[in-house]
């Protein structure tokens, strides 16, 4: 009986099926099918966000308030919990040497600054504290000098992927820079660089493999890969690698270096200020950008930095010289002085 019922059930079923193509009733079918696929694609489930994102959400949106005491604030908080704080401080723009040095986690394998306003003394004291940093971004920091770069590879001894760059006057401190990453060595017999061990290396970003640059000029490029072939400047993600090597996200130029830090955070917490990642046109970072002063200023700066040692060698002389002139030419000095070396030789005497 059932069986019956099922047989004059599909046979009605076939008797009404329309196989023109051509008919109105069929493409309103497919039409419907489709529409309703594609709804059902776009009303996937979403994740719903934890409460720490949550609470996360909160305190970005007022961050501004809480500058002032983050150093007590955030003293206590887990390491990805600052990492997140410090993401969202930089993409409203409140990220800078204050803000930096109080979130700072002694286990951060991760930091990016990139386009914020930390300078050399912040980033100088985050490397201190954070001395397991793998990958660091300081593109688009334009208060960051050859000095933040050497701090940076003489206290991250474990620094992979560097990314540099970005904006006018990083693109000049960054050629600046190259003779500090490239390594220098107590042994001279080996036969290439690539035989070496990083223990031969006395100084240098020895542990440096990848660097972005985006707009690197063809001569910092050259330098790079004939006297630091061991950096691979702006790897392409490659199923095979790179030389052997596969490439870490970090090292891809398409990514952002904070993003799982705040992948759960709702973006209109840092819309506060309309945060937008400005792309800089290869015309604004040619080097003829940069202005006739601003270069004096800057080859000034570095002339005297390099030359603050011998400075202060030659005042200690000078100071040592006039002592002698004055022992000499005074005679109630000279008496002292005669004094002082009878008294030590009565002293030796006894």
């Not at 993409?91 to 979130?103: P, Y």
Request: net charge positive; charged share 25%; glycine share 4%.
């Amino acid at each position: 009986m059932e069986k019956g019922k099922a047989v004059k059930t599909v046979t009605n079923s076939l008797e009404k099926l329309d196989l023109n193509s051509n008919s109105n009733s069929n493409s309103k079918y497919w039409r419907k099918f489709t529409t309703n696929l594609q709804s059902s694609k776009l009303t996937v489930k979403k994740k719903p966000p934890t409460l720490v994102s949550l609470c996360l959400g909160v305190v970005g949106k007022h961050l501004e308030d809480l500058i002032q005491d983050l150093d007590e604030i955030a003293i206590n908080f887990p390491a990805d919990i600052k990492m997140a704080m410090a993401a969202v401080a930089r993409r409203r723009r409140l990220l800078n040497d204050d803000v930096i040095i109080s979130l700072a986690d002694t286990s951060w394998e991760l930091l990016d600054i990139s386009g914020s306003d930390v300078s050399d003394f912040g980033l100088g004291q985050v490397v201190e504290i954070c001395k397991s940093l793998r990958a660091v971004d300081i593109s688009r920091c334009d208060k960051i000098t050859i000095t933040g770069f050497s701090e940076l590879v003489q206290n991250c001894h474990s620094l992979e992927t560097l990314r540099c760059g970005g904006s006018p006057r990083s693109d000049y401190i960054a050629r600046r820079c190259l003779g500090i990453f490239k390594p220098k060595l107590n042994d001279m017999n080996g036969d290439s660089w690539e035989d070496l061990d990083t223990m031969e290396i006395a100084s240098g970003a020895e542990s440096l493999c990848w660097l972005v640059w985006e707009k690197i000029d063809k001569d910092s490029l050259e330098i790079l890969s004939t006297e630091c072939p061991r950096i691979a400047v702006n790897p392409k993600p490659s199923p095979f690698g790179f030389r052997g090597s596969a490439v870490p996200r970090e090292a891809l130029q398409s990514i952002t270096l904070d993003d799982p830090a705040v992948k759960d955070i709702d973006p209109t917490t840092w819309a506060v200020c309309g945060f937008n990642l400005k792309t800089v046109s290869s015309s604004l970072s040619s080097p003829s950008e940069l202005s006739i002063a601003e270069k004096f200023r800057l080859a000034f700066v570095e002339r005297d930095t390099r030359l603050a040692p011998k400075r202060a060698k030659n005042a200690r002389q000078n100071q040592r010289r006039a002592e002698r002139e004055w022992m000499m030419t005074n005679t109630r000095a000279k008496a002292l002085a005669l004094a002082s070396q009878v008294s030590k030789s009565l002293h030796s005497w006894n």
